[in-house]
């Protein structure tokens, strides 16, 4: 039996086909989930992304839905959908992400609050929304509900070009512990993914910007720096990092909650 079989995913932050949201989505499918719903605010690649996946995995089980995650009606609006069509959310990926660079003194609050609602505050709603439907997983798997928030290793290492970004991570950090044990009696399982560099979007758009701030030669180059730094000296793919959401997602992790996989070559120990 494939190591999902049967499950429904919804996944934010996986409206681009090179991201780890993609990746993850594309990995539930392998392994067998009943339907993947991803959701994203960008609808220029979903015909793209739709064509992709239903050619891998045939049609019907993958659902591309546009959504603001920040906002509490989307999410309810989803839910809603979710449930009609497909009657039930076994694993929710609370996976958007956004980075606006800056310190203390050269970050706006507007940017603060804008970081904060897409990386903490979108994790919070869909937890709230999607909890009624979580609790009942454990009727049909013995794994119950699964909840993985992509957090960061930002969440451990301050940064002082890129503070909304680290402080939003840590605080999606502690939304993550603090549903472990709020949920842990409706059998709903809440753990996180750290990814360090996986080369997406976002990390290249991260270190064109600090080679703009002349923090490096090139972008290319930051992340070379990265790679370099890393323990394991290699560079890491989305497609790298979905084998730790599968884990986390199917039952053979039913006795794991609270936990934080550290998916970045060991860079991190090196703080
Ligand atoms: N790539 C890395 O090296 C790395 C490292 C650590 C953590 N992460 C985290 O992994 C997650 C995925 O990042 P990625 O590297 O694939 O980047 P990405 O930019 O490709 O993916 C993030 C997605 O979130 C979407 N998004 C932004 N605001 C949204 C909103 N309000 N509602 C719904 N979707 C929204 C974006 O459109 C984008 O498709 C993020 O949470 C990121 O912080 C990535």
């Given at each position: 039996m494939a190591r999902l079989e049967g499950k429904v995913a919804i996944v934010?932050?996986?409206?681009r086909p090179d991201n780890i949201g993609a990746a993850v989505c594309d990995a539930f499918l392998r392994e067998g989930a009943r339907a993947?719903?991803?959701?994203?605010?960008?609808?220029?690649?979903?015909?793209?992304?739709?064509?992709?996946?239903e050619g891998k995995h045939g049609a019907g089980?993958?659902?591309?839905?546009?959504?603001?995650?920040?906002?509490?009606?989307?999410?309810?609006a989803l839910v809603e959908t979710v449930l009609a069509e497909f009657g039930a959310i076994d694993v929710l990926v609370n996976n958007a992400g956004i980075s606006i660079h800056g310190g203390i003194e050269t970050t706006s609050l507007e940017d603060l609050r804008k970081v904060m609602a897409v990386n903490h505050d979108s994790g919070f709603l869909g937890m709230k929304h999607c909890a009624p439907a979580l609790s009942e997983?454990?009727?049909?798997?013995?794994?119950?509900?699964?909840?993985i928030n992509t957090v960061s290793m930002?969440?451990?290492?301050?940064?002082?070009?890129?503070?909304?970004?680290?402080?939003s991570k840590s605080a999606q950090r502690m939304l993550t512990l603090c549903g472990a044990i709020e949920f842990g009696p409706k059998r709903i399982r809440v753990n996180s993914v750290h990814p360090g560099q996986t080369t997406t979007p976002l990390l290249k758009e991260a270190y064109e910007e600090y080679a703009r701030l002349g923090l490096y030669e090139?972008?290319?180059?930051?992340?070379?720096n990265l790679v370099?730094?890393?323990?394991?000296?290699?560079?890491?793919?989305?497609?790298?990092?979905?084998?730790?959401?599968?884990?986390?997602?199917s039952d053979e992790s039913r006795f794991v909650t609270g936990a934080s996989i550290y998916h970045d070559g060991g860079l991190g120990r090196r703080y």
């Open positions: 934010t932050g996986a409206g993947v719903i991803a959701t994203d605010l960008r609808v220029e690649s979903t015909a793209a992304l739709t064509g992709e996946m089980r993958f659902k591309l839905v546009v959504q603001d995650a920040t906002l509490e009606a989307d999410w309810a997983t454990i009727k049909r798997f013995p794994g119950g509900g699964s909840v930002a969440s451990y290492m301050p940064n002082a070009n890129n503070l909304g970004y680290h402080v090139s972008g290319q180059a930051g992340i070379q370099d730094m890393c323990p394991l000296g290699i560079e890491s793919f989305p497609e790298d990092t979905a084998h730790a959401f599968v884990y986390l997602a």
